[in-house]
């Protein structure tokens, strides 16, 4: 790079299906940079068989340069080769890679091109006991020699430092909403509970989230039966794919469930989703920072969470809303159902989570803060030559 030009960043993540938040995050900040300081290109990890993959017809619409590097597993040897390939030509001054198996290879193309590395840490979420036992401990003892390391929570940020990540490499960034994409919209919200059969006496409550161990939607579940038994109108809206959605799908057959639980699968339209809803139940044992936390508070939505990883860093209970303790259904159901039943408290909570978002959890705030964080990088490599 020359004094002058964009600074050229390779972003590299590895991909399951359609993604999650943070997938959203990795596109959102490749649209969001300023063209004039950042050329960025996107690389997503792609199994050739995942069929629900879509990050490249999204990364279409938004205009952003991404590529696939195809696979077919994790010691798939046709990988490195194909980084190499992208790295020749589009001649990057700086790595940021998103988990852990971008990591290692973010580490040999570093290697290799005397190239700078920055990791953004969204959680360590996965059940596998290969991940738990291996590629996670191996991926915090890698992050401790990357150049920069951005934590998504407080609570992240103390594990790496915990692990040897040096504080002064270490930087907290708050995921983020664009407040003029999400937003309250009447005629959506209409439009989405006419879609699912809702009417205005219906009471919704949404549980939004890939459907996978950490966001406990079988807790969720478990506190919609009692809400429903003292609140008959409520209903149970869940958004989202993953590997437990079948299993989930038997529990709401087991409880006799199924006229009052709607799941939905993967969404692609999360604004419309959001405005249907009267409220947003989170009901995690485990998060980075919840972009649907965010989301649902730009868009008016009243929010109940469970105090896991950086939630409480997004929304100030009593204050944005309520936050109860993990792994406990009896007081989501008690949280949502004074949710329901103080209407002027809601309001308020409303009013202050739409405040915050606009004030301080926006995308250009944080994308600022990013791409401040590349050209210090980029200063630094310079430096060296």
């Known amino acids: 790079m020359n004094d002058g030009e964009p600074l050229r960043v390779l972003v590299i993540r590895g991909v399951d299906g359609p993604g999650g938040g943070a997938d959203s995050i990795v596109l959102r900040n490749a649209a969001e940079v300023d063209p004039r300081r950042i050329t960025m290109r996107v690389c997503f990890f792609r199994h050739v068989q995942d069929r629900l993959f879509d990050l490249d017809r999204r990364a279409e619409e938004l205009g952003i340069d991404c590529h ?16 190499e390939a992208q790295v020749r030509e589009f001649r990057p001054a700086l790595l940021h890679s998103h988990d852990y198996k971008a990591n290692y290879f973010a580490t040999r193309l570093a290697y290799r091109h005397d190239l700078p590395r920055l990791a953004t840490s969204h959680g360590w979420t996965g059940n596998h006991w290969r991940e738990r036992l291996v590629y996670y401990p191996a991926d915090k003892w890698l992050l401790r020699s990357f150049d920069g390391v951005i934590a998504v929570s407080n609570e992240i940020r103390d594990e790496l430092q915990r692990w040897g990540v040096p504080a002064q490499r270490t930087h907290v960034l708050l995921n ?13 919200r209409r439009q989405a509970r006419a879609a699912w059969g809702y009417d205005d006496h219906d ?9 996978e161990h950490q966001k406990r939607f079988d807790l969720l579940l478990e506190a919609f039966a009692q809400v429903l038994s003292a609140e008959p109108r409520a209903r149970l809206l869940v958004a989202g794919d993953g590997s ?9 057959a087991s409880r006799g469930l199924e006229p009052f639980v709607r799941l939905a699968g993967h969404c692609p339209r999360m604004h419309e989703v959001y405005c249907g809803l009267d409220l947003l139940a989170q009901s995690s044992d485990y998060e980075g920072t919840p972009t649907v936390v965010v989301e649902a508070m730009a868009c008016g939505v009243p929010v109940v969470a469970t105090d896991a990883g950086g939630t409480r860093q997004l929304l100030d209970s009593e204050r944005q809303g ?21 209407p002027e408290a809601r309001s308020q909570w409303v ?14 705030r944080r994308t600022e803060r990013l791409m401040q964080l590349y050209e210090s990088l980029g200063a630094r490599r310079r430096e060296r030559g």
């Open 244 to 252: 437990l959605l079948e299993s989930l799908r038997q529990d709401v």
């Open 176 to 188: 983020g909403v664009d407040p003029q994409a999400f937003r309250p919209d009447e005629a959506l």
């Open 68 to 83: 696939l590097i195809p696979h077919r597993g994790p010691l798939d040897r046709g990988m490195l080769p194909q980084l």
């Open 203 to 211: 009471w919704v409550i949404g549980g939004v989230g890939r459907v």
């Open 322 to 342: 309520l936050i109860v303790p993990c792994g406990r259904p009896d007081l989501l159901a008690a949280a949502i159902l004074r949710m329901r039943r103080e």
């Open 351 to 364: 009013r202050e989570a739409r405040q915050r978002v606009e004030e301080q959890l926006t995308y250009a």
